[in-house]
């Protein structure tokens, strides 16, 4: 079992900026993809943006050009930074790993005011 902590959510402002952060239990070398997925109310869970073990990144394509993301496999952590949020960015954001199975956080809130 993969318990994955996720941390940075919260209240910004339009424009603004946010980094959301994710831990996992074990060695993330182990992780073939880490990263983000997020749900608005109403809404189905979609993809945001993932990394592999190599680095190769995937983001959604309303986030491209708006969004990063890196691992810290050392620290078993996938980092999303998040800048030039607008209000439809507002969700709960989930981190998300696979080995050979997925596995999910319990998500943390973004919202987004104009």
């Known amino acids: 079992q993969v318990q994955l902590v996720e941390s940075g959510g919260g209240l910004v402002q339009a424009g603004g900026s946010l980094r959301l952060s994710c831990a996992a239990s074990?060695?993330?070398?182990?992780?073939?993809?880490m990263g983000w997925y997020r749900q608005a109310p109403s809404k189905q869970r979609e993809l945001v943006a993932t990394m592999t073990t190599g680095g190769v990144a995937n983001f959604a394509d309303s986030v491209k050009g708006r969004f990063t993301i890196s691992r810290d496999n050392a620290k078993n952590t996938v980092i999303l930074q998040m800048n030039s949020l607008k209000p439809e960015d507002t969700a709960i954001y989930y981190c998300?790993?696979?080995?050979?199975?997925?596995?999910w956080g319990q998500g943390t809130q973004v919202t987004v005011f104009s």
């Open positions: 998300h790993a696979i080995t050979t199975y997925p596995f």
């Open positions: 074990i060695s993330a070398l182990s992780l073939n993809v």
